[in-house]
């Protein structure tokens, strides 16, 4: 229920206290899962003081416990440590502090840390976060390197100096960060944020030497996992050794195995290039050369033609034959006309020989009705009808008597 209060008559501090002590009182023991951050021991006490933080978000509990407690697992847990509590959670109202009791502790252990990060890989790749198509391919030749390692780490001097061996131009932009412990996914992150941001910056690597396996935990951690998968630039992870594979390995758009190997592949070796340079302009000049003298052979036998030693040959022969053909084709057209003529003056001759005109030369005449059909049978006229006589030199008019 809550209580009330107002301006008037407000509930004074040791009041408020009690309350939240007696709200806090009626939680039950949890189970709660954080890394040790602080150890405090003193020699004949009989407490031991714990500061629990969770190592995804930035928070932190205190938690007490009795030193028979602790001593059971004393060996295995120390600073750094992830473990497990069963803890009652306490309030201490004279300072108004919150804390755990704890009445056990268990290490969390390798395997079970492991186990944990395979059921997060699995589900990263679900969301397809480390799908091939998704990685983004390096520069040939980055004009600015972001690089995130520890400060003053063998890491650091790997990259730096190999790079910078295998090409002296190249240029950094260093962020030093905690590379393990609490603070380590927080300002790994800042960082990438940072130099993704930052519009000369080419290509980014994280890098960080050998370590065991919950030294390496924060580059398995699922805000920097989802952090390097959203960065514009491409991400180079350099995390460990060889056989060292966190998750930062699959969502980066490239692997490197060590530092040093990441130092390799980001920049090309300025000396391995000059020779790639050597070769390619002494093989670009052996094919000038040679299609150079292809060219000089073709031309030579081209000029050797007889068509370009005497151009005018070619044309002489045409005009012959151009010649030629004309008088051939005068010759068969005159053929042609003389025995088109020969043929016409025939026919002429023909068609004179059977006109009417040469029979009426040749005495005979032609009698024609008024109508001017011509008489072919004397049944067809009448005596006294009146007929025109036509003749070879003109015509004039009978009478039929009979």
């Known amino acids: 229920m809550a209580v009330k209060s107002t301006p008037e008559a407000p509930l004074p501090v040791g009041e408020v206290s009690r309350l939240i002590g007696s709200w806090i009182d009626r939680l039950g023991a949890v189970w709660v899962e954080g890394q040790i951050t602080q150890l405090s021991r003193r020699p004949g006490a009989g407490m031991v003081f714990l500061t629990l933080r969770d190592p995804s978000r930035d928070v932190s509990v205190g938690v007490t416990c009795y030193r028979q407690v602790f001593d ?20 201490y109202a004279p300072r108004g502090q919150l804390s755990l009791r704890a009445a056990e502790i268990k290490p969390v252990g390798v395997g079970e840390l492991l186990a944990r990060l395979e059921l997060l890989k699995k589900a990263l790749a679900r969301e397809g976060l480390f799908a091939p198509e998704r990685k983004k391919r390096l520069p040939f030749l980055p004009r600015l390197i972001g690089l995130v390692c520890g400060r003053a780490s063998a890491a650091e001097r790997d990259v730096l100096e190999n790079a910078r061996h295998r090409w002296p131009a190249v240029r950094f932009e260093v962020r030093n960060v905690p590379v393990q412990g609490v603070q380590a996914v927080p300002q790994v992150m800042g960082a990438v944020r940072e130099l993704d941001a930052m519009d000369g910056v080419d290509v980014i690597v994280v890098a960080r030497g050998g370590g065991s396996v919950e030294d390496l935990l924060p580059f398995s951690d699922e805000r920097l996992v989802r952090a390097v998968a959203a960065c514009r630039t491409p991400v180079v992870s350099a995390i460990g050794h060889e056989p060292d594979t966190p998750l930062l390995d699959y969502v980066a758009d490239l692997r490197a ?38 060219e000089e052979r073709g031309l030579a036998h081209a000029l050797a033609r007889p068509s370009v030693q005497d151009p005018h ?8 034959r151009v010649a030629a053909l004309l008088e051939r084709g005068r010759r068969s057209l005159r053929h042609h006309l003389d025995r088109a003529d020969s043929e016409l003056t025939h026919t002429r001759a023909r068609v004179v020989a059977l006109s009417p005109a040469a029979t009426l030369r040749r005495g005979y005449a032609v009698l ?35």
């Open 257 to 294: 195995s060590t530092p040093t190997d990441a130092a390799k592949r980001i920049v090309p070796d300025v000396g391995e290039e000059y020779e790639r340079v050597r070769l390619l302009r002494d093989r670009a000049r052996r094919c000038v050369a040679a299609l150079v003298d292809r």
């Open 368 to 402: 024609q009705r008024a109508d001017g059909r011509a008489v072919r049978d004397p049944g067809e006229v009448g005596p006294g009808e009146a007929l025109r006589a036509r003749v070879a030199e003109g015509e004039f008019s009978v009478r039929v008597d009979t």
């Open 313 to 320: 040959r070619m044309i002489d022969e045409r005009e012959a």
């Open 72 to 91: 059971a697992v004393a060996d295995v847990v120390g600073e750094g440590a992830r473990v497990v509590v069963h803890a009652k959670p306490e309030w």
